[in-house]
């Protein structure tokens, strides 16, 4: 059966040459218009989205064999080297193995009162004057990161790192495109300006890798975890590119997708009152330390808040795959070597799948509500599911508990704040925002009897 799809005319007079802000909205309306596969072209290439859940847990579990990364994924080596986002198979299967003990839950663990510290030096240099959420929240993923990844050469070096990558990040939409391909091969200013920064980053890195080897000791850190571990199938470690592969993936994933993830909770919380006064009730009612494993049971609200912002705003937005034969997909064919398009941003929206599927309704995460398989999957799934799953979903939990404790966050502009689709999901602009100290809600024994006070007085 052919795959229906828009004119090519009308996705480019809609999108454009530029799709950062147009394509999510965009490819939402194809799901909507055309159903659960759509075919489209886009910047010389030709895609087909998927949205039927069933289809997409094929995609990625039972017929992952027969796809690999898309063309735009495997670009990201540029930044990323061959490290888990961006290798291969057999490469990426090995190279998970070796990863995984730093994702251990006792490691993960062990992280966790890292990431309480760095909350609580954060909070307490928080200044009475607006600020930037989105900032914020980058700057202080950024010193998590930093500490779990690189322990206590995080300072100078993390910083360093991190402006490179921010640089990068900011370039690299341009590199997607036929053109920008191009442009990489000529000695343009731009192209001199995207290499320095490469370089930068990879002077800091092997730098800090060249230290820690001379060292020859287990500091605690993500790094030293990366330069001790070995292949259990086959004894291998290592080398010096392969860690700094795998140190940039991590580094760039758990501070990039989760500085986005905890901006938008707090956007969704600031623009939705009852919800953000009944986290914070919560957080004063529950007594627990949510840097201890399984902490997540003692916050259920402040949870379901987590994945509802992650269900309207996931930060890793659209995943690509590359067919490697001929393949059925429902009733539907596609030939070898085509682009398949999965987008939690689309399918975590779909009304068949959630009611009120545009509002923030964290309440749906208590309801013990059947959600299919794959109709939620901000983390992908497979053998490619994010290995840094549980570090994310401790470390937004220790934030919110550990700022939402003592601060509640209001909106100081009233212009609703847009998602920009670059590689991750993230605001258009600046999240203007100013904290309020978080007091101790009123419950309504307190408030009966302080109206008797004031009856007596």
């Keep these: 059966m052919d795959v229906p799809g828009p004119h090519p005319l009308e996705t480019f007079a809609t999108v454009g040459p530029s799709p950062a802000r147009r394509l999510p909205p965009y490819l939402r309306r194809l799901a909507a218009r055309y159903g659960p596969m759509v075919r489209f072209r886009l910047l010389g290439g030709t895609f087909f989205l998927v949205s039927n859940p069933q289809w997409i847990g094929r995609i990625l579990v039972a017929d992952q064999h027969r796809y690999t990364k898309n063309r735009w994924t495997m670009r990201m080596n540029l930044l990323l080297g061959e490290g888990l986002l961006t290798s291969s198979e057999p490469l990426h299967r090995k190279m998970r193995r070796i990863v ?128 001790t571990s070995h292949d259990a199938e086959t004894g291998e470690t290592l080398d010096d590119r392969q860690v700094r592969d795998e140190a940039m993936t991590l580094f760039l994933a758990g501070h990039e997708t989760t500085a986005n993830a905890l901006t938008w909770t707090w956007y969704l919380l600031a623009e939705h009152p009852e919800a953000e006064a009944r986290v914070r009730e919560e957080l004063f009612a529950v007594d627990a330390d949510p840097t201890t494993m ?27 795959r590359t067919s490697l034969e001929d393949v059925e997909v429902g009733p539907y064919h596609m030939p070898a070597g085509s682009t398949v398009l999965l987008s939690p941003l689309v399918v975590h929206r779909q009304p068949g799948v959630y009611s009120k599927p545009d509002e923030f309704v964290p309440e749906r995460w208590l309801q013990n509500a059947e959600v299919p398989p794959f109709a939620y999957f901000p983390f992908g799934g497979g053998s490619r599911r994010c290995i840094g799953e549980q570090f994310a979903w401790m470390e937004m939990l220790i934030v919110l508990v550990t700022l939402g404790r003592r601060f509640r966050f209001v909106r100081t502009a009233a212009d609703r704040v847009k998602p920009h689709a670059i590689v991750t999901l993230r605001p258009s602009g600046p999240v203007p925002m100013r904290y309020e100290m978080a007091a101790r809600p009123r419950r309504d024994g307190d408030r009966r009897a302080s109206d008797r006070d004031l009856g007596a007085a």
């Excluded at 191009?182 to 890195?205: G, I, Y």
């Excluded at 916050?299 to 269900?311: G, K």
């Design 100 to 227: 995984q003990p730093a994702f251990h839950s006792a490691r993960i663990a062990g992280y966790a009162l890292q990431m309480q510290q760095a909350t609580e030096r954060f909070g307490s240099e928080l200044t009475p004057e607006p600020f930037d959420m989105h900032a914020a929240m980058t700057e202080l993923t950024l010193r998590i990161a930093s500490q779990t990844l690189f322990g206590r050469d995080a300072s100078g070096s993390a910083a360093s790192v991190s402006t490179s990558l921010h640089g990068l990040m900011t370039m690299f939409p341009t590199v997607l495109n036929p053109l920008g391909e191009l442009r990489l091969r000529f000695p343009l200013p731009w192209t001199r300006r995207f290499n320095a920064l490469r370089e930068e980053l990879d002077d800091v890195v092997m730098r800090l890798i060249a230290a820690r080897r001379a060292e020859g000791e287990d500091t605690g850190d993500a790094l030293s975890m990366l330069m």
């Design 294 to 320: 399984g902490a997540a049971e003692a916050f259920p609200y402040t949870m379901a808040v987590l994945r509802e912002s992650m269900r309207l705003y996931p930060p890793a937005w659209l995943i690509g």
